[in-house]
């Protein structure tokens, strides 16, 4: 039981340190300027993990909010628009997939982070994009080569569970709002705080820790993602 409660611990606690030159940021959304122009695309890709419902639960989410699913996986209200894309947990179809999203003003990415090799997500995408990693240590693997000016990289310092899903529903119900970053940075983060609370008996106890990710300025060194945000009780 001890070895097992070590092991668990092992699991937990094997984030890989921030990268140089990547600090934690706050600003204006570029996703304002895009429902400025009067019309938002959004693609939502999924790398299936068995016994994972994200795909699901985002899909249920969409529908209770008012879209319209027509056709299947496309869901549409008002000015928004998205494209919800499931493919098998394999590297290859994931990269096929996000390298056809890349045309959509706002990416959300839910899966296998793949150790940092995903060839789509290599370079800024051309444009202003949001891109949303929902993923594990997405910050240490993809955000450096993200930056760009134009381009919002939310990224993730910590390991993505099961349900982290719901952290992009909530970005979702603020862009009705227009709120600002901070904004929508303490709610997600808010949900990922809950969720772990009745994550007891999971191998990983921490929360995800969503964060704009920056180029650094010369005054500034790679925030600590733990700084941000209030301890969790467990």
């Known amino acids: 039981m001890i070895a097992a409660c070590i092991a668990a611990i092992a699991l937990a606690d094997d984030r890989p340190a921030l990268p140089d030159g990547v600090c934690a940021g706050a600003g204006v959304p570029a ?40 056709p299947p996986g496309h869901f549409e209200r008002g000015p928004i ?32 982070e793949y150790r940092g090799e995903l060839a789509a997500l290599a370079a800024p995408p051309p444009g202003a994009h949001v891109l949303v990693l929902d993923t594990c240590w997405s910050t240490q693997r993809y955000s450096r080569r993200l930056l760009a000016p134009g381009v919002d ?10 349900g982290s899903v719901d952290s992009f529903v909530v970005l979702l119900d603020g862009l009705d709002e227009r709120r600002s970053w901070t904004e929508l940075l303490a709610a997600m983060n808010a949900a990922s705080a809950e969720r772990a609370r009745v994550r007891i008996h999971s191998r990983f106890p921490r929360p995800e820790r969503y964060r704009l990710d920056v180029a650094c300025s010369e005054r500034q060194r790679p925030a600590d993602p733990h700084v941000a945000f209030p301890a969790v009780a467990w």
């Open 31 to 70: 996703y304002r300027t895009l429902l400025a122009d009067g019309r938002l695309t959004i693609a939502a890709v999924f790398g299936r993990v068995d016994g994972e419902p994200n795909a699901r639960a985002l899909a249920r989410a969409l529908v209770e909010r008012g879209f319209r699913e027509a």
């Open 81 to 112: 628009a998205i494209d919800l894309v499931e493919v098998t947990d394999d590297r290859a179809q994931v990269d096929a997939a996000l390298a056809a999203a890349l045309d959509r003003d706002i990416i959300y990415y839910n899966g296998h």
């Open 153 to 162: 990289v939310i990224g993730n310092s910590e390991r993505a569970v099961t």
